[in-house]
Antibody, heavy 124, light 107 residues
Framework: EVQLVESGEGLVQPGGSLRLSCVAS????????MDWVRQAPGKGLEWVGR??????????DYAAPVKGRFTISRDDSKNSLYLQMNSLNIEDTAVYYC???????????????WGQGTLVTVSS | DIQMTQSPSSLSASVGDRVTISCRAS??????LNWYQQKPGKAPNLLIY???TLQSGVPSRFSGSGSETDFTLTISSLQPEDFATYYC?????????FGQGTKVEIK
């Protein structure tokens, strides 16, 4: 059974930092690209960023609202994904999901595996 | 940036109804379009990818169609467990975007 378990939930003041972690099991974590997706309370889904696998040099991409403030990393030896969040502001308040990507033989990519989400609250 | 716009934002329907949700991309995305279902307090669940390919384990009452900029998710006969919020998402380039969601409520 595939499992993605996030941790690091917390309340942080504006301007502060927080690190989220995600531990994967039930699939070959090292093969997969991994994303973070967030959802503000009562709002829709927002892609945050991506880290590719070793074969693709662990390259990363970020959505414009978080670029320069958030950093995604991974440790394949621990089946773990991380999200370092700096300079947090109120708009970053959301449930953050760890998500595994898959693709089919035709090259269609999609979000296949989802964690349960972890809540980040930015408030003074 | 490719923007995704869903319509309607919400709808009320009865069990057994045929339901259609639309999704429009701000530019052509070929068939790089996915659909997800999300129930309250839960993570989203993939229904359809590549605009029309049903994910394994998803009931056949769900179907997807469309290409370029206009896409549709159809539920042929709404079941009680289908009351949820549905999101489209493009995977055409690096910066994946979701639609704003369509909430399907009980009439």
């Amino acid at each position: 059974e595939v499992q993605l378990v996030e941790s690091g939930e917390g309340l942080v003041q504006p301007g502060g930092s927080l690190r989220l972690s995600c531990v994967a099991s039930g699939f070959t974590f090292s093969d997969h690209y991994m994303d973070w997706v967030r959802q503000a309370p009562g709002k829709g889904l927002e892609w945050v960023g991506r880290i590719r696998n070793k074969a693709n040099s662990y390259t990363t991409d970020y959505a414009a609202p978080v670029k320069g403030r958030f950093t995604i990393s991974r440790d394949d030896s621990k089946n773990s994904l991380y999200l370092q969040m700096n300079s947090l502001n109120i708009e970053d308040t959301a449930v953050y999901y760890c998500v595994g990507l898959s693709h089919d033989s035709r090259g269609y990519w999609f979000h296949d595996y989802w964690g349960q989400g972890t809540l980040v609250t930015v408030s003074s | 940036d490719i923007q995704m716009t869903q319509s309607p934002s919400s709808l009320s329907a009865s069990v057994g109804d045929r339901v259609t949700i639309s999704c429009r991309a701000s530019q052509s995305i070929s068939t790089s379009l996915n659909w997800y279902q999300q129930k309250p307090g839960k993570a989203p669940n993939l229904l359809i990818y590549g605009a029309s390919t049903l994910q394994s384990g998803v009931p056949s009452r769900f179907s997807g169609s469309g290409s370029e900029t206009d896409f549709t998710l159809t539920i042929s006969s709404l079941q009680p467990e289908d009351f949820a919020t549905y999101y489209c998402q493009h995977s055409y380039n690096i910066f994946w975007k979701f639609g704003q969601g369509t909430k399907v409520e009980i009439k």
